[in-house]
């Protein structure tokens, strides 16, 4: 069983849904990180966090530390969210900032 | 990103050749990373560096060595490539400086025929 799931494996939606994409992990950490990969594109950071809620324009990652489990929701989805979004832990005992686990990624595709 | 380059972007090599990847940052992180993304099996970590001249092994580390002799570069070399080390390579840094933990690099598309 991987450390780190993540669901779905793919996920399409028309322009304007709100998408939600989901992680649970098995092991304890130290901070959680959402990633969005374009297609044949390069890793952004989305977000990091260890509790709590983040908000960034219309992404919003929520983390449950008790119940080993983060969101990631996308309000008002266009067709420019079409990537894949990778959620990873550093592993308690490293520093936030150290490596990372990755989980196998969520395909989204948003139609016009 | 603008903080952290990596050389070459494509790259085809015969098997058995050495190959040396290049990451180069100026952020003046303290932590570089070497990954390798496969289908079917994501990102995994080759190897990392905490600081010029400490690095350590990954989850995947045969095959490959790395050096920083300087904070700014992260060399990695396959000593004999193969073709199961066909792969994208990604370089990133991190610190605690950083809101977001970690940048990426734009990635190394390597092909061992």
């Known amino acids: 069983k991987n ?21 649970s992990y098995s092991v304890g950490i130290s901070a959680l990180h959402w990633l969005q990969q374009h297609p044949g594109g390069g890793i952004v950071s989305l ?21 080993k489990h983060s969101s990631l929701h996308i309000t008002a989805s266009h067709p ?27 395909i989204l595709t948003v139609h016009p | 990103d603008a903080g952290i380059t990596q050389s070459p972007r494509h790259k085809v090599t015969e098997t058995g050749t050495p190959v040396t990847l290049r990451c180069h940052q100026t952020e003046n992180h303290r932590y570089m990373y070497w990954y390798r993304q496969d289908p079917g ?34 060399l ?20 605690t400086r950083s809101n977001y933990g970690y940048t990426f690099g734009s990635g190394t598309r390597l092909t061992v025929v």
Do not use: W
């Not at chain 1, 977000?47 to 119940?67: C, D, P, V, W």
């Not at chain 2, 994501?42 to 995947?60: A, N, P, Q």
């Not at chain 2, 396959?78 to 610190?95: M, N």
């Open chain 1, 3 to 23: 450390e780190v799931e993540q669901s779905p494996q793919n996920l399409t939606a028309q322009e304007g849904e709100f998408i939600t994409i989901n992680c």
């Open chain 1, 47 to 67: 977000f990091m966090l260890s509790s709590g809620k983040k908000k960034h324009g219309r992404l919003i990652a929520t983390i449950n530390i008790q119940e």
């Open chain 2, 41 to 74: 099996h994501g990102l995994r970590l080759i190897h990392y560096s905490y600081g010029v001249k400490d690095t350590d092994k990954g989850e995947v580390s045969d095959g490959y060595s790395v050096s920083r002799s300087k904070t700014e570069d992260f």
């Open chain 1, 80 to 106: 420019r969210d079409s990537a894949v979004y990778i959620c990873a832990v550093g592993s308690a005992g490293g520093t936030s900032y150290g490596k990372l686990t990755f989980g196998q990624g969520t």
């Open chain 2, 76 to 95: 990695l070399t396959l000593e004999s490539a193969t073709s199961s080390q066909t792969s994208v390579y990604f370089c990133a840094i991190s610190d």
